[in-house]
């Protein structure tokens, strides 16, 4: 990094977006996505301050997005003004309250803000710059700032690479909010409307009723038209053995091997024609005349609401009060209210909401917890009509970041309405995460990792006069997946590793893409290839790497500083986070390091018999056949 010129008198500021080094200087610099690599006190790396201080940014932005809905307009709330009926609202299932990871392009540049406000806290800067790639919306954040205090503000004038953007993105960006919710509407009437046409199943009343996505769908050999999913894997076989009848309900989401709405509702017909008398099997997108006129009128109240109330996000502050914290979050918080979200959200609250008022009471409800919108009309309802339980799944592993699965500090009595009975999650880890998040020990029940099982017959097995094995598993998103392959390649010569690449289906990576080092790709399951491997070079989100992990394989995890630290190990000090050569080369390079170690047990919650599930459910006598 190129050394400032900077005297402490001077009072200039620039605010680097790119992942270069940024140029001389004469000022302070905070870099906005890179970790510094100096102790020089003008440079200011935001990445680095929230691996600092994790639980405070963590915190500040989970309360503030909790307090956004309690904001008063026009003598209501904000939560108060989205009721749809009753007192549901939608609120809470729009995207700046879900806080989900995969869904905002713009929720580490928001958590971001409350670092940068944090640090211009007491500051005196008379001139701001920004570097050529910074977000529109963070551009018009700073530029805001600078008006109400009197600064200068304008953009560094130095080129640098621009990524391209699609003439139909850049001409959709630009829509009205209502026209893309008209789209929204046109395309989920096209999807979803032949899920009607599914036979209906007899009417025998169901003990259990189970909520997921027709996704993650796997064949038995032995019975290749029977329903199995990586998802529930034995437990289907559990209730199978009860004898007791369930209902599982299915969110269709288009992909490769179920493509349309006809081929959704196929494979649902296939299922019950098969255990029709313990099992049946429904999609929820059931689309009538009513619920579309539902849909829409509730649409038009809630946008002819808003044109009178006029939601400001500039006007919404933290307690500092110095950024308008929200406006990068702009983009998601007028689709959620006004635009496309906010009609997928009504489509499914009402989807929902149907499906709960035909059922009847039964022994339990259970659904995969990942705090998404839908999920919370159908706690809401199900508590609302008193069914009985109600059980949130969390199936995978709970990262410190995932903001979805972190509760606000300050009691309220909205979270209790759509918060199930009980959470079954996999292992203490889990449950301890979750405890850190909010939820009351109480609330959480230690089952079998159900997503994991295969990780038990795995053994590691040596591989005779071959060098020592280096398996990466890269990301789905591509910049994070060129910045991993990028510093490895960096390194690569100097290690005598064979090299294994397993990509992301999202992001494939080929053997000519990285031409300074030498690499294999491999499409094998990721358990096949976890036996014969030495050490493990993950992205930071993938759960991959606490599989290696729990099998005692050593770590080694890119942070990638334009995201948050979404890794299941964060927090793990055997494992290494790397984010520069310099690190990888290290972590590479130490032999105590690379040595395998034992299996973390305590991770994952294994026991042959399934005793926790079966006492969850109450299904304690049924015994799985053999």
């Known amino acids: 990094m190129s050394k400032s010129i900077i005297s402490l008198e001077k009072l200039n500021l620039l605010i680097w977006f790119e992942r270069t080094p940024p140029p001389e200087f004469d000022g302070q610099v905070v870099l906005w996505n ?12 935001i990445p680095s301050e929230l691996e600092k201080e994790p639980k405070k940014y963590r915190s500040l932005y989970v309360n503030f997005i909790h307090s956004v809905g309690k904001k008063r307009i026009l003598g209501k709330t904000l939560e108060e003004l989205l009721y749809i009926t009753d007192t549901f609202s939608l609120w809470w299932m729009s995207l700046p309250y879900e806080k989900n990871y995969g869904k905002s392009t713009e929720l580490t540049n928001a958590v971001k803000t409350f670092v940068l406000e944090d640090f211009l ?11 050529p790639s910074a977000p529109s919306s963070i551009v018009r954040l700073l530029k805001v700032y600078a008006s109400e205090n009197g600064k ?30 008209f789209a929204a509407l046109v395309r989920f009437v096209l999807l979803y409307g032949g899920i009607n046409r599914q036979r209906k199943t007899e009417d025998k ?43 599982y309900d299915h969110i269709f989401i288009p992909h490769k091997a179920i493509p349309d709405a006809n081929s959704a509702v196929k494979n649902v017909d296939t299922f019950n024609s098969l255990h029709s008398k313990t099992e049946s099997h429904v999609l929820i997108e059931n689309i009538s005349i009513i619920l579309l006129l539902n849909v829409i009128c509730s649409y038009i109240r809630l946008y002819l609401q808003g044109l009178i109330y006029k939601f400001n996000l500039i006007k919404v502050r933290s307690e500092l009060g110095l950024l308008p914290v929200l406006l990068p979050l702009r983009e998601g918080f007028q689709s959620s209210l006004f635009g496309s979200i906010c009609i997928q959200n009504l489509f499914f609250y009402y989807f929902i909401k149907k499906q709960v008022e035909i059922k009847s009471s039964s022994e339990a409800c259970i659904y995969l917890l990942e705090n998404q919108g839908w999920e919370k009309a159908l706690v809401y309802h199900w508590k609302k009509r008193q069914l009985g339980r109600i059980i949130g799944v969390s199936h995978s592993t709970v990262r410190f970041w995932d903001l979805r699965y972190v509760l606000p500090e ?11 009975d009980y959470i079954a999650v996999n292992g203490h880890i889990a449950e301890n995460m979750l405890i850190q998040s909010g939820y009351k020990d109480r609330q959480l029940r230690v089952v079998e990792a159900l997503r994991f099982l295969g990780l038990q017959t795995i053994s590691q097995k040596t591989v005779k006069n071959a060098k020592k094995r280096l398996l990466v598993l890269t990301d789905y998103l591509l910049s ?31 053997t000519k893409d990285f031409p300074g080092m030498i690499y294999s790709v491999s499409h094998q399951d990721v358990s096949l290839l976890l036996e014969t491997m030495d050490v493990v070079y993950s992205s930071n989100i993938t759960s991959a790497g606490i599989e290696a992990y729990y099998l005692g394989i050593p770590v080694i995890s890119s942070l990638d500083p334009e995201s948050l630290n979404l890794s299941p190990l964060f927090g793990y000090k055997d494992v290494a986070f790397v984010s520069s050569t310099e690190e990888l080369s290290i972590a590479l390079g130490d032999p105590e390091f690379l040595k395998m170690k034992k299996r973390q047990s305590d991770i994952f919650n294994f026991h042959s018999d399934f005793k926790e599930w079966r006492g969850l459910l109450n299904l304690e006598n049924d015994k799985v056949n053999t």
């Not at 300050?410 to 199930?420: E, H, L, Q, R």
């Not at 390649?489 to 690449?501: L, P």
């Open 34 to 45: 890179s970790f510094s690599q100096t102790n020089d006190k003008d440079f200011f790396s």
């Open 121 to 131: 806290k007491n500051k005196t800067y008379t001139l701001i710059k920004y570097s």
């Open 152 to 181: 200068r503000i304008g953009r560094l004038d130095i080129k640098i690479g621009h990524t391209s953007v699609s003439l139909f993105r850049t001409i959709y960006s630009y829509l009205p909010e209502f026209l893309k919710a």
């Open 205 to 247: 009343q169901p003990s259990f009723h189970v909520f997921d996505y027709l996704f993650h769908l796997k064949k038995d050999p032995n019975a290749p038209d029977r329903f199995e999913s990586n998802y529930w894997s034995e437990l289907l076989q559990i209730f199978r053995d009860s004898g007791k009848k369930v209902q």
């Open 410 to 420: 300050s009691k309220d009595s909205a979270i209790d309405a759509v918060m199930p």
């Open 480 to 510: 994070a997946a060129q910045f991993q392959m990028k510093i490895l390649e960096d390194v690569a010569h100097k290690f005598d590793f064979e090299i294994i690449v397993k990509a992301h289906p999202a992001c494939p990576v080929e």
